[in-house]
């Protein structure tokens, strides 16, 4: 099955679904230009600069993001927002979808030819005033997913009805279809976190991975292993085909008090598929889905994963 197929089978509006075609046609161009510049050799000599954010923008960054818009612009979207822009592009229509995105996690792995990726999440309007309408919740989300540019370019979406995997066939340009209804094992012995960060953790995140790292002789009674890559989309990827726990909690640093990724275009997006496929999605305390959006650039704890695990942290 290919994803216009899939597409067709599982959602019945059209303005959702060429939007969705639309991102697809934004990935492949943005993963044949990564190609193109890792075999160039040129993205690190480049002049690198900042977002609205504060951090470092890659010319990848930049060109990604573009080639988003571009993409956007020619489908049924009223406006988007994403991290390489200051707050959302109007595109002054009467569209009644919203789209955020991630143009390109984990660049600052590029040099070192890592998985990146695009994450993305689709909304409706809903006859609100933009501001408003970038201001809902995550669970009013019709679609989400992110593109993951690595040894194959592959994509987990979802439209709410279970999250899917496709992989692109590079010779046709099409994504094809590898797992229709991805499901997350409840149950895990992998964790990943920055442990680099240790010195900044509250209490309750060093307990659970304290606990975590006594193994069969500790509170646990079992062994764990760690995984980190240090791009969202390729632990992410690990996560929903073979389960675990992700954790990037608020920490001491003032910067990242309320925590590191952004709520509107990485942790919205990911929680809906993470739960679309068994598992389950915190800031700490709540669901991710119903945390409350003050600006599209929010900051937000994020904690998934297999769903034993997640609570098992929540209560610890």
């Keep these: 099955m290919f994803l216009n197929d899939y597409l067709s089978k599982n959602c019945k509006e059209k303005d959702l679904i060429l939007v969705l075609k639309n991102l697809a046609k934004a990935a492949i161009q943005i993963s044949k230009t990564i190609k193109k ?19 470092i923008q890659k010319p990848l960054d930049i060109l990604s993001d573009e080639i988003l818009v571009n993409f956007m612009k020619m489908s049924p979207v009223s406006a988007y927002a994403s991290e390489e822009q200051e707050g959302y592009l109007n595109f002054k229509n009467k569209n ?26 689709i909304m409706s309007k809903n ?79 060093s307990k659970y991975i304290q606990n975590c790292q006594e193994g069969d002789e500790g509170p646990r009674k079992k062994n764990f292993g760690m995984r980190w890559v240090g791009s969202l989309v390729a632990d992410a990827s690990r996560i929903l085909i073979r389960g675990g726990i992700f954790l990037y909690p608020a920490d001491r640093r003032i910067k990242y008090k309320e925590g590191r990724l952004r709520l509107t275009y990485e942790a919205n997006p990911v929680a809906f598929l993470v739960e679309q496929a068994g598992g389950k999605a915190i800031n700490g305390e709540d669901n991710i889905l119903n945390v409350k959006v003050n600006n599209v650039h929010q900051r937000s704890p994020l904690i998934f994963g297999s769903s034993e695990e997640v609570l098992e942290f929540k209560n610890s």
């Design 127 to 205: 006859n609100l005033p933009l501001d408003s309408a970038f201001s809902q919740e995550g669970k009013k989300q019709k679609s989400s997913g992110f593109f993951v540019y690595g040894p194959q370019t592959t994509l987990f979406i979802t439209v709410g009805k279970g999250t899917a995997l496709f992989a692109l066939d590079e010779s046709n340009e099409i994504f094809t279809l590898i797992d229709e209804k991805i499901i997350i094992p409840k149950t895990t012995s992998e964790f990943a976190i920055n442990s680099a960060y240790k010195r900044f953790w509250d209490p309750r995140t």
């Design 96 to 121: 009644n979808l919203i789209v955020f995105a991630d143009p390109l996690d984990g660049s600052s792995n590029i040099d070192v030819n890592v998985s990146i990726g695009t994450i993305f999440s």
């Design 37 to 55: 510049v890792k075999k160039n050799g040129t993205e690190s000599v480049i002049f690198k600069t900042k977002n609205s954010d504060g951090d």
